[in-house]
């Protein structure tokens, strides 16, 4: 069974920096591009960022600059770095992987098997 686990949120004052990792099991991550989205309270769930297989990343235009994701796939783990975080960061943080055969963009309809989320406050 495919399972993902996103950590390392928290509450972090506005200009910090937090980074979350999203640990899979069941699958080995080297075989999936991988995404990262966040949902705010009344708000859709936005794409941040995906980083395939090979390394290649692409992020939402506004947050370029201040996320970056990375992986190890030796250990099976996705993250986000999150630098300058503004009070319009706080959201819930979600990983995901790619499903067969959807294009790969940062809509959710390419995206499956969501881990629950780790919750992320910017506030001083």
């Known amino acids: 069974q495919v399972q993902l686990v996103e950590s390392g949120g928290g509450l972090v004052q506005p200009g910090g920096s937090l980074r979350l990792s999203c640990a899979a099991s069941?699958?080995?991550?080297?075989?999936?591009?991988m995404a990262w989205f966040r949902q705010a309270p009344g708000k859709e769930r936005e794409g941040i960022s995906y980083?395939?297989?090979?390394?290649?990343?692409n992020y939402e235009e506004s947050l370029k600059g201040r996320f970056t994701a990375s992986r190890d796939n030796g250990k099976n783990i996705v993250y986000l770095q999150m630098d300058s975080l503004k009070p319009e960061d706080t959201a819930t943080y979600y990983c995901?992987?790619?499903?067969?055969?959807?294009?790969?963009?940062?809509?959710?309809?390419?995206?499956?098997?969501w881990g629950q989320g780790t919750q992320v406050t910017v506030s001083s």
């Open positions: 995901a992987r790619r499903r067969a055969g959807y294009p790969l963009s940062l809509r959710t309809l390419s995206w499956e098997s």
């Open positions: 069941g699958i080995a991550l080297r075989y999936y591009d």
């Open positions: 980083i395939t297989n090979d390394h290649k990343t």
